[in-house]
DNA sequence: CGACAATTTGAATCAGATCAAGGCCCGTGG
DNA sequence: CCACGGGCCTTGATCTGATTCAAATTGTCG
């Protein structure tokens, strides 16, 4: 899960269910907490999340740290390149996985219909990469922290009583890794849009979105 | 070409070059400032830079803009999501490209080993863009003008007495929209490094390395 | 030579980082 | 059941790196 430009609050995007799960082996499980796989580990198999949420994140020697990505429902990971994975993976929460053999997608031979569909989650995962270097290179705090949370609405928000609440399963050192900021700046910024009447935080882990339509103004920076 | 953190100023690093170019068409040329592309066209090529350089951009409504990538030989670009492309792409300099047909990454019928190394391509620049994310979230600017130099001196550097240059063929603006930085800043960061007597700028476009193990350690930050 | 575009340099400003408390939540153990 | 402790999260004060605005300089090309 990349943070796109354009996803609108209301319009779900689709989220691209491979056909046929069950070719490569049963669905896996992990729990909160727990390490899928490592950087510079061997990639043997991708994985679809089916249910849950993963964090991938890469280290830098000196304790930087960048979160890469989210990995939410209908999202595939583990792209592997030079045989080996990129990132360090981890579950946020209780999380089910579709595995799928590497060899699936690097010789299609097998199962052409499904090399097809990892194929296309690897190009669309380009796209979105690319959708999130403008976010990181080009937006402003405030931008970022809407922008993000417009796209976790758009993706896996949910409708209690009119309104539209996104759960935020990760820590905000999280999302401020994930953003390039710092978890004061995330948690100012989110105090900001709700002391504007924008957002609710009805706790720690549920932001409940009053406002979508200024939510997206500030998303896309339209002079505030 | 992405900037990745660990690229080694000396070992140049192998530019993946396709096996058997002329399966699909001829090279093709375009000229400097032509543009092979446009973000919203439908994708039909891929293209493999033979020689010269591409720049691919993306631009927000307000006319914030982000460099994503700067095309090398070697580098392929134009891959495809949801069938059209998600960056304008022009030519620094005049550039020789081998085009292959999307259809030659999307189904491997045709040709199995040009599919594998079209998806190979792809799945590298997955990962070389995952590095580029700690770039543009987690770096100085010191150390993203560094990382840039050094990244291009191992890509395309080239020895002339015993020093290392790099042609910079992109206008500073274009540098500061990689990196997420300004063209003020990049200048500025430029001119410190020529002073500190880590580089030295021969003329607008060539950078000479005087230091390179003083630029690898500004660009990953090892406390100055 | 002159004009325009790109780059560099300078000064002032500001957004976000950093440093430092303080508060909240939740699990643990008495 | 409540007190304690330790993560997180929030808030405040200050600082600073990068941006912004403005001007000078360089380079390019007819």
Redo the contacts between chains.
Sequence with gaps: MYVT?SADYQSRTAVPSISRPCLSAREAQIKAGAYLFYEGDEVTWLYQVTSGVLRLT?L???G???V?AFGYPGDVVG????GCH??DCDALVDTCLQPYRKSL?????SD?EL??EL?QA?????????????M???KSAVEKVASFLNVLAGRVGRYENGVGKVDLPMRRADIA?F??LTTETVSRTLTQMRKSGIIEIENIHTVVILRPTALTSLA??DED
Tied chains: 1, 2.
């Excluded at 792209?79 to 030079?82: D, H, Q, R, V």
């Excluded at 690897?122 to 403008?134: C, N, P, T, W, Y």
Aim: net charge negative.
């Design positions: 430009l890469r830098l020697e000196n930087r740290r960048q890469i792209f592997p390149a030079g990129h990132t997608l690097e010789n299609g031979e052409i090399h097809g194929l690897a190009l669309s995962e380009i796209s979105a990469m690319q959708d999130h270097f403008m990181l290179g080009r890794d953003l390039g896309q920076g």
